[in-house]
């Protein structure tokens, strides 16, 4: 059983183009995960999508966080990655011949759906079919990280914010 959806994300020329448009552009992604669900739901299809304000190309060793932790003594240096290796610094890392989306959150609230079998469902309702630690996960605080990877395969969209603002402006 594939435990996948077969909603349609973005070509990796379209993630390309989007992405790669300039260093640290603001833009609306939207990305999709397909958790394993308990073993008693194996042959249920879960699917969270996510949709958020992000930045793209920027360099992880500039961000104010990162140096002020190194000049406070709470981080060490900055170092290669801990996984895979660059193909399009800095934007794109290739892994087990998959490719990832290098991201930094912003302060927008993230809206999260979620899909059991292709129908939209609670968040709770959601939880009862993930086992119990990664049911966990959904319900405890998170500290927002620096960056994280998004596997291209699952971005759904891109669009970008300044451009979108312009649109709206003069529609």
């Not at 993630?15 to 603001?26: A, H, M, P, R, Y």
């Not at 060793?61 to 801990?82: C, D, M, T, Y």
Request: glycine share 4%.
């Amino acid at each position: 059983m594939n435990n996948t959806t077969n909603i349609q994300s973005l070509t990796a020329n379209e993630i390309l183009s989007n992405f790669f448009k300039g260093k640290g552009q603001f833009m609306r992604a939207a990305w999709k995960s397909n958790p394993k669900p308990a073993a008693s739901f194996k042959d249920v299809v879960l699917e969270k999508r996510t949709t958020t304000i992000v930045r793209s190309g920027l360099e992880f060793q500039n961000l104010s966080s990162v140096k002020a932790g190194i000049e406070a003594n709470e981080r060490g240096e900055v170092q290669e990655l801990p996984w895979g290796s660059w193909v399009f610094y800095p934007y794109l890392i290739k892994h087990n011949e998959s490719y990832y989306c290098r991201l930094y959150p912003t302060d927008s609230i993230p809206t999260v759906r979620y899909f059991v079998n292709g129908d939209e469902t609670p968040k709770d309702t959601f939880a009862t079919y993930l086992t119990p630690s990664e049911a966990k996960k959904l319900t405890g605080e998170k500290e927002k990280p620096e960056c994280f990877t998004i596997k291209m395969e699952n971005v759904l969209s891109t669009e970008e914010v300044f451009e979108k603002c312009l649109i709206d402006m003069f529609s």
